[in-house]
């Protein structure tokens, strides 16, 4: 296995979407969404973020089998402090370094200043690894034109 990173492409779509939008489900950070209106609701709000002018996606994949994809990382990079949107790592391939890749193939230095949107349980358990990532779920609501920076 080798493990290569590249942007992410428009066929890769529907990969970054199904994947954060399952993963993400499970958080007690998603807040109030019907388990019936689930898909349909953050579908399209991670379809927005995507979509967005400065957001970037990096995707994890196998160098000798480009279509194998492990995972990715979208965030914001064009501000003092970035900002992570959301990382995810195929389960059978976490605590592998790949997340620690991701980051960086985006550039972000997790033991730097960063902010994060999403939290889940998995970004819970290594907040030792990111002891200057700050949980902002404001930072990924608004656009960069409407948010309150801190001095």
């Not at 492409?9 to 993400?24: G, H, K």
């Not at 979208?74 to 995810?88: L, R, W």
Request: charged letters at 25%; glycine letters at 6%.
């Amino acid at each position: 296995m080798t493990i290569a990173y590249r942007p992410a492409l428009p066929e890769d779509r529907m990969f970054l979407v199904s994947n954060w939008s399952s993963s993400f489900k499970k958080s007690h950070h998603a807040g109030l969404i019907w388990t019936e209106d689930w898909a349909d609701v953050m579908h399209k709000q991670i379809n927005k973020a995507l979509d967005r002018p400065c957001v970037r996606s990096v995707i994890a994949f196998e160098n000798t089998d480009p279509r194998f994809l492990y995972g990715f990382i979208v965030g914001d990079t064009t501000e003092a402090t970035p900002i992570v949107y959301y990382v995810y790592v195929k389960e059978g391939f976490r605590k592998a370094g790949y997340a620690r890749g991701l980051f960086a193939a985006l550039g972000v230095v997790p033991e730097k200043a960063f902010t994060y949107v999403c939290k889940t349980s998995v970004v819970s358990r290594l907040v030792d690894k990111i002891p200057f990532g700050r949980h902002n779920p404001l930072e990924g609501r608004y656009p960069k034109e409407q948010r309150r920076r801190d001095p």
